[in-house]
């Protein structure tokens, strides 16, 4: 299966895209986890993204798509996969539907997580992650920076759901809830049942 999860910073698509994939048995591929560990790294692309990442703004389309493109190209991809955080921009959409078809490929659906906005600034702003052993707040979760990337979501991101829609494939999900509660409703709304004949995450 070929998924993209959409949805705005803070959403759980991180945690979500974890679960099913896992479920499906394709990779996960999020952008961020790979910009993030080039920047931790100090690649050379890493070198490249840091000032965008660090102000909360897209990295640009061409240095993004053709690393989502190499990363297609990887052979755990050819059966399927499914996308966290790409694409963010409608021609980041495009460009992935023309990789896609010159490699015979389609998307089979998009699920986009859908929360409100208050909801969202207070969970970001609460989130910390563990870094060897230690809680830490990511740089671009810091209130202004998070005020900032819902704006951008707002304005570049969220077409995507509507370009998305145009072509049949959009399923929005409430992701307000239990963790194992939003992936059921994700798993539905991907054709997916849990195991043992039960809905999954009830
Ligand atoms: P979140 O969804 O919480 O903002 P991500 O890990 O998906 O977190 O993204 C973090 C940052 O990585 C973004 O603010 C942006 O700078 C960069 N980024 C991730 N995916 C893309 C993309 N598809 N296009 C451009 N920039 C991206």
New binding site residues.
């Given amino acids: 299966m070929r998924i993209v999860l959409l949805g705005p ?2 959403a759980g ?1 991180g945690t979500q895209a974890q679960i099913i994939a896992g479920k499906l048995g394709v990779p996960a591929i ?4 790979i ?1 993030r560990a080039n920047v931790s790294g100090q690649t050379e692309l890493g070198k490249q993204v840091k000032t ?2 660090d102000a ?4 640009p389309d061409e240095i ?1 798509v053709a690393m989502v493109k190499d990363r297609l190209a990887e052979p755990d991809a050819e059966q399927g996969f499914l996308l966290d ?4 921009s409608i021609p ?1 959409a495009e460009q992935l539907r023309d990789s896609l078809t010159d490699l015979g490929q389609k998307l089979d659906r998009v699920v986009e997580l859908v929360v409100d906005e208050d909801e969202l600034v207070r969970r970001l702003s609460g989130r910390r992650m563990v870094v060897d052993g230690k809680e830490v707040q990511r740089d ?1 979760d810091k209130p202004e920076t998070v005020r900032h ?1 819902l704006g951008v979501y707002r304005e570049q991101t969220a077409p995507v759901a509507g370009f998305y829609e145009g072509e049949g494939l959009l399923s929005r999900i409430d992701a307000i809830g239990e963790i194992d509660e939003v992936t059921g409703r994700a798993l539905r709304a991907l054709g997916v049942e849990g195991e043992a004949g039960q809905p999954a995450g009830v």
């Fill in positions: 910073p803070g698509k999020s952008t961020g986890d910009f965008y990442l909360g703004n897209l990295v993004t955080g790409f694409p963010r980041q671009d990337r």
